[in-house]
């Protein structure tokens, strides 16, 4: 069986390659939420309706970086009974029909426990590009980063409003995109962002070529519009997960119209 | 680089939003603790205030009826609030007044630290919000209306096993929220560096006056000395002047619930594995794809998944050891000191009576041993009243 998911894997793109001439819609959703079936067909719905890169939650017990939607999804897929093996078969059955870039978001505490080569090793062998870590933060980075780049997986560096002197020392190493955190406190759909982005931004751009996608707060094509103007991308997470929860097994048609709506609001 | 180590435990896995307040609390803490005028004002607090030096007492009766090692009581429980939180509270709260904040933020278990925190805000003038799962405000209901009299307001958490664990993951979350003016006093010697350290500092009050109180009643060191342990807080302070007396054993006691071997335990260090949650490397209760499991104790204040970075690191060096002790034990000695000595102790202090009353029977009437009363079980009164199936309401 194993053989015949090798010999059709497809190759993944590159994460650069989603920024080039375009401002890149990156879609999030937690894996196993309500099934991993129906993560597999979310995740192909979305990519074929013009996400560019696809974000997979792998959950866990207590994800102090989110709110109370995606903390929701969390426990819904870890009450299924969602694993992290469970996920990367799932994953393994999206490479054989997509080249999209996938990146994992999950804490230190699932990759540490399932052990940091194996992990990795298991990320490289499925297909994916990278991985976000909100609970890791450069300080203690040193707990996977060489294991990470030995399997060609990106550390995605988080830049948050607070970051303030810390700026040029997290954008000068950062790989593959940076996820510059658009407000204060947890994910969830925010009417308004206050945060000065483009001053943190023209930051980022001084010291790194690296491309720079905000999420956090992100709902509506408007704000999506308005995010492009600076960055290269913009992340959606929560509004996406509460679709999922309000339609459960049927949301796969209004996550296409979802996504489309929003892809065509960055051209 | 990685701050903050004890051993391979410890460091500072934090979310960014988070790092520059941590470092913020670090570089305040770092010039305070060399502070001759911040030491002398944190003193005053903790005699004026708080009641301290707390007692070493005696238990004559204690010792006399099990017959074996003589049995000292550190009197935590004497001090202002009723428990050895407020050591820990004044300290933050003096340091948080000194980096300017206007607002503190903390979780509670069993409501002692939640208490602590809400009396110190009272005192210092700081807006106080108090996290505290749904569960415990349930089995602690006087203690919530006590940090409402005091000024606080209290959260109820409902998300995840609603206790303490999850107060704490709200609290983080709430901290992500407002920063600017806002500081965390963490409760126990766990979480991001400096916090383990700190709170460690800050409790070491507790074996510097004991280890001084009985040279000088004894003209000698115990020969061990017993303290409860969840995240570790009172336990550490209770050990930390002695861990360089390599003859005094160290012995922290957790909360094993219905028994290690069911589902329902606290007992990180028997059943636990080595993970990274809560800012911090040290021992949990999880699964083998590293989900924080839900634990159960009777005592609300140990009833965490994980312990403190410093505790994991003295168990690896097997300096400190760590016995798990059951619900029913843990009962039988609330009870045991309460008619023997005329002190109710805390249920999380009682998991130390406990095993006192296992040890000193096998030790000579010569040998000595300090059990840390962390706090006043009066709190604890309805619960246990229920637990012996009277049905008492507060």
């Given amino acids: 069986m194993s053989n015949i998911i090798e010999a059709t894997k497809i190759k993944a793109n590159k994460i650069s390659e989603i920024f080039s001439n375009q401002k890149a819609f990156i879609a999030f959703l937690t894996a196993g939420d309500p099934s991993l079936d129906k993560t597999e067909e979310f995740i192909l719905a979305m990519d074929a309706a013009g996400a560019d890169l696809i974000e997979i939650g792998i959950p866990f017990s207590d994800p102090i970086a989110e709110g109370p939607v995606i903390e929701a999804a969390n426990e819904r897929a870890l009450r299924v009974g969602t694993t992290t093996d469970a996920i990367f078969d799932m994953v393994a059955r999206v490479r054989t029909q997509t080249a999209i870039p996938l990146v994992f978001l999950t804490y230190m505490n699932p990759v540490f426990v399932y052990g940091v080569e194996r992990f990795f090793a298991a990320c490289q062998k499925n297909g994916i590009n990278g991985i976000i870590i909100p609970d890791l933060p450069f300080e203690e980075k040193g707990e996977i980063l060489s294991v990470a780049k030995a399997h060609e997986v990106d550390v995605i560096t988080l830049i948050a409003p607070t970051s303030q002197d810390r700026i040029q020392m997290l954008a000068k190493e950062a790989t593959g995109f940076i996820y510059l955190v658009s407000s204060l406190g947890v994910t969830g759909v925010r009417s308004e962002i206050k945060t000065d982005l483009a001053a943190i931004v023209s930051d980022i751009r001084a010291v790194t070529q690296t491309p720079v996608a905000v999420g956090f707060g992100i709902a509506t094509p408007e704000q999506a519009t308005q995010i492009a103007k600076l960055a290269d991308g913009v992340i959606v997470g929560s509004a996406i997960v509460r679709l999922i929860a309000a339609h459960g097994s049927a949301a796969t048609p209004i996550l296409t119209d979802y996504v489309r709506e929003m892809k065509a609001a960055l051209v | ?394």
Wanted: net charge negative; proline share 3%.
């Fill in chain 2, 1 to 394: 680089m990685s701050k903050g180590k004890y051993g391979i435990h410890g460091g500072q896995y934090t979310p960014e939003t988070l790092m520059n307040a941590i470092i913020e609390v670090e570089k305040a803490y770092e010039h305070y603790k060399n502070d001759l005028a911040f030491q002398a004002e944190l003193t005053e607090l903790l005699n004026e205030y708080a009641g301290r030096p707390s007692r070493l007492y005696y238990a004559k009766k204690m010792t006399a009826d099990l017959g074996g090692a003589k049995i000292y009581l550190k009197r935590e429980d004497l001090n202002h609030t009723g428990s050895h939180k407020i050591n820990n509270v004044l300290g933050q709260a003096l340091l948080a007044k000194k980096m300017g904040k206007t607002r503190l933020i903390a979780e509670t278990g069993a409501g002692q630290h939640g208490v602590a925190t809400a009396t110190a805000a009272a005192l210092m003038g700081f807006e106080c919000e108090i996290f505290m799962g749904k569960e415990d405000t349930d089995r602690q209901a006087l203690n919530v209306f006590r940090m409402r009299l005091l000024g606080a307001t209290v959260h109820v958490v409902t998300s995840g096993t609603m206790t303490l664990k999850d107060a704490v993951n709200e609290t983080f979350r709430e901290w992500t929220t407002r920063v600017d003016d806002t500081h965390y006093v963490l409760g126990s010697v766990m979480g991001p560096h400096p916090f383990p350290e700190m709170v460690r500092d800050f409790q070491s009050v507790i074996s510097k006056e004991a280890r001084a109180q009985i040279l000088e009643k004894e003209g000698r060191l115990p020969n061990a000395v017993i303290a409860c342990v969840g995240g570790g807080s009172n336990a550490i302070g209770a050990f930390y002047n002695f861990i360089p007396d390599a003859d005094v054993r160290l012995i922290g006691c957790e909360a094993a619930g219905r028994g290690v071997d069911t589902e329902e335990h606290a007992a990180t260090i028997a059943r636990g594995s080595l993970g990274i949650f809560h800012g911090m490397k040290s021992y949990f209760c999880q699964d083998e794809y590293g989900q924080i499991a839900p634990v159960y104790s009777i005592s609300a204040g140990l009833d965490y998944p994980g312990i403190g970075p410093e505790h994991a690191h003295l168990h690896d060096t097997k300096r400190a050891e760590y016995v798990p002790i059951t619900d029913d034990e843990a009962v039988a000695a609330f009870e045991y000191l309460s008619r023997t000595e005329g002190i109710i102790p805390a249920i999380e202090s009682a998991h130390a009576i406990a095993y006192a009353m296992v040890l000193a029977p096998t030790m000579g009437k010569d040998e000595i041993i300090i059990v840390n009363v962390s706090g006043r079980g009066d709190k604890d009164v309805a619960a246990i009243a229920r637990y012996k199936g009277e049905n008492i309401y507060e």
